[in-house]
């Protein structure tokens, strides 16, 4: 017997709707575009992308949050210390520019110091350490658009 995923029966009800829905009303060349301006998601009760501030958040979960502003797009965490490596601590800033889930909506900055006879000094980041987290929040926002799309 031939089994079926689970979402099939769903695609091939959204399949077939389509068919009959294609013949209504006036052709729109433009139909492609629009699904795509949905998928987007500028569909938010927030004033950035929400998928990217979901995935933010998520991502620095392990970190203490500073300061939280949804409409303005803004996270800052406070200084984060790793258990592992207890004289090095970070602080982050997550901006979210735009409404669109895109790789220019998003920029983290990063600061860094490190114990040195008991006073906090400042450190270098490394530049890998930025894109390194700008890449997971990005992947995660595009994985909760995938889920939230297929339903």
Known sequence: MLRLPRTAPRAALVL????????????DKDRPAKMADIAASKVTNIGVNSYLWRA???????????QVDSNGGVIVTDWYTN????????????TILDQDLRADALNVAAARQVSQGGQWVEAPVQ???VQKLEEI???????LRRAAISG
């Open 83 to 94: 258990p592992a490596a207890p004289n090095d601590r970070m602080k982050l800033t997550v």
């Open 16 to 27: 077939m709707l389509a068919g009959a829905l294609g013949g209504c009303g006036h052709k």
């Open 127 to 129: 530049a890998a350490t």
């Open 56 to 66: 933010a958040l998520d991502t620095l979960s392990f970190m203490p949050l500073a």
């Open 137 to 143: 929040i990005l992947n995660k926002a595009r994985d």
